[in-house]
């Protein structure tokens, strides 16, 4: 590339929120509890905003983002932005604005919340707009003017960031009581002068760009959807006073996007060349390129935690300058998504804290690449030796290339991911071992979470008290769930999963390969952060992982406990993956490993054991064409982990919604001989259509859901279960609640499980009559 070619922008699509101690978290908790007034609130957010405005000034980022700050969640900030407050929120919003905001996001007494759903395929959390016929939209410009001024003011080049109105109506759902066939996308009318409202506004403000985020863009879109993207930005391109508009897509590529977005008069395109979107490469050069627009340049993977490679970026970016008018340097995708800061995690290793980038080391690196743009690579020179060596020590570390696993992998063959024996031979020898009840009743694995046991893992994290004391409480709490479920007349049981902080993070800390931050919180939703575990090596299983916990409960009864893991696809999907091998290879050593400990599982006496596999369809790519080929590895892993075990050995697995659609055939992949799911909110829908697709094994759609306080009678559950029968044949029909208990109290557990055995009880007596 040559040198001072242009004259290159730094900048990112957002920033995270939460303060570098999560203050902001604390605020609005502060505030919810009353020991935090709106006053203080406000100006520990505007605090907030504005360190981060200035760490982002101060890395070199020339063009900063505004509005992308929020106390919740920055759509629920957009629906605010155009005034689609739900009939049910009106009055808290008029009386109070704040108050009203968080009512939208977390309900009252009185009022149910907004919806709840994952942000594509990440593991944040949005509020879902809810529109209907009768939604009347107005701007309400106070947050992102708001922002904009305060930015302005301290002297940045800002640009606020607004989702998109096509993602907007995209993402949003009928209001309650409106028709549930109604299109959101049918009020774009409507709802375009309200966007053009507040572009004149921000304008006004002193905006140079507004940037609309897009990422509804690289989904597959229907042709009258692409024609709604086209009429949108044609509209808001005549806007007289307007800022220069840059459309964001990202999260993959933009593909039947690409050239609606070239084509319309908008100035700026922003689009992901990371992983699977770097094949916007190739598409943006066979439409022509962007002649005439700006191209803010995704070139560093705002998803994962890993350095970015600066020299393939600079090629990247070296081909792009010639595909638009102007190339300026931009993370994938709103950093939002990755923690803040690599350099205050000391207990890392030190080489492998050189091979990390958060949000803060994210930035220096766009700052570079874009210094590279405009001064030339000469002027990057001793950051590329230094990344060139970071990448060469991760490559060749002991930490990321473990031969044992590698040579075991390779050994691997399609057998091994196959049950030796076929399932009806399976059902038979499993029938005769377990000798079940019709019916059998079972829970999904977890008991409620005490404060009790939560204060016992707090006493030892603060030493006050030692493993020993831990593991004796947590004996305790297996023999209690034991003896209850013993009483309370469950055929097939479990330990409760008392030791277990989280069904991911437990296996993390157990594997090698696998690293845990102390301070990498990532907003999942409101003031909920957590910490995801980082895929950074080869993974293999030092020791047993659960082995213990399932001997000492079974010792305890007669009745077969289930021995409880989380399957490969989940453990992978909330982690952050390593991005130098593909997931897929990084699936299969998960599953190596917990082949494993399904083995030592079966050796140590359980004739039951359940991988759970929740996430199997949140990480389904977001294009159709992608799907087949996760799906093909996804169920392949949770196989290698799986069916290793003898005939008489029964594998469960768990997946917690009802709606399967385009997996269908992935769960027949699985091959479990038993799988529990989501139903009962749905009437037992999923049963019905596992039976259509002619699903040949045992199924227990859930009798109680588990989301609510709230208790089934027997009668209900036994209804639910009659619904089931109607699907599917006494034989294969299981009785368990739809999902693990842990958040749920012991009163309305016993209650509820109660009720499901005596509807089991019940059902049983009506089919033997
Ligand atoms: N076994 C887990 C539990 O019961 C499953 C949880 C889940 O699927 N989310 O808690
Ligand atoms: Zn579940």
Known sequence: MSPSVTSAQATVHGYPRQGPNRELKKAVEGYWTGRVDAQDLHMTAATLRRAAWQSLADAGITEIPTGDFSLYDHVLDTSVAVGAIPERHRAAVDADPLDGYFAMARGTQEVAPLEMTKWFDTNYHYLVPELGPDTGFAANPAKPVGELSEALALGHNARPVLVGPLTYLLLAKPAPGVAADFQPITLVDRLLPVYAELLEDLHAAGAEWVHLDEPCLVQDRTPAELNAAARIYRELGTVTDRPKILVATYFDRAGQALPVLAKAPIEGVGLDFTGPAAANLDDLAAVGGLPGKRLVAGVVDG??????????????????????????????????????????????????????????????????????????????????????????????????RDPAVRARLAATTDQDAHRAQPYAERARAQRARLDLPLLPTTTIGSFPQTTDLRTARADLRAGRIDTEGYQERMRAEVREVIAYQEKAGLDVLVHGEPERNDMVQYFAEQLHGYLATQHGWVQSYGTRYVRPPVLAGDISRPAPMTVEWFRYAQSLTDRPVKGMLTGPVTMLAWSFVRDDQPPADTARQVALALRDEVGDLEAAGAAVIQVDEPALRETLPLRAADRPGYLAWATEAFRLSTSAVRADTQIHTHMCYAEFGEIMTAIDDLDADVISLEAARSHMQVAHELAQVGYPREVGPGVYDIHSPRVPSTQEAAALLRQGLAAIPAERLWVNPDCGLKTRGWPETRSSLDHLVAAARLIREELNA
């Open 303 to 400: 998803r994962n935690i890993w350095i970015n490679n600066l020299e393939k970026s600079l090629t990247t970016l070296g081909t792009l300058l010639g595909l638009a008018d102007r190339v300026d340097v931009a993370p994938s995708c709103s950093l939002l998504h990755v923690p803040l800061d690599a350099a205050v995690e000391r207990d890392l290793d030190p080489q492998v804290s050189r091979w990390l980038a958060f949000a803060r080391q994210k930035t220096a690196e766009i700052t570079t690449l874009a210094t590279a743009l405009s001064r030339g690579t000469d002027a990057i020179a001793a950051q590329l030796a230094a990344n060139r060596a970071d990448l060469a020590s991760r490559a060749a570390s002991a930490i990321t």
